[in-house]
C-alpha cells in the first residue's frame, strides 16, 4: 500500500507542475505547447484514476483478511 501511496503523491505533484505550467500566458497562447501539456495531463489522469483503483482494491483486500 505504501507504494501506491507513494506513487499517488508522485503523480499528484506531477500534475501539479504540468498546471502551473499550463496556466503560463507563454504556454496558453501557443496552441501546440497547450495541447503537448494538456496531452500529459489526460495520460497522468489516467495514471491516477488506475493507481486510485488499485490502492482502493488492496484496501478492501486488507479488510478482508482484519
Known sequence: ???LE???DT???KKTAIETEMSKPAIYN???KAA???SQLEQID???STTENDWE???LQLEDIS
Open 57 to 59: 482494491q488492496k484496501s
Open 46 to 48: 489516467g495514471q491516477i
Open 1 to 3: 500500500m505504501a507504494d
Open 11 to 13: 503523480l499528484g505533484k
Open 30 to 32: 501557443d496552441p501546440i
Open 6 to 8: 507513494k506513487q499517488l
Open 36 to 38: 503537448d501539456y494538456q
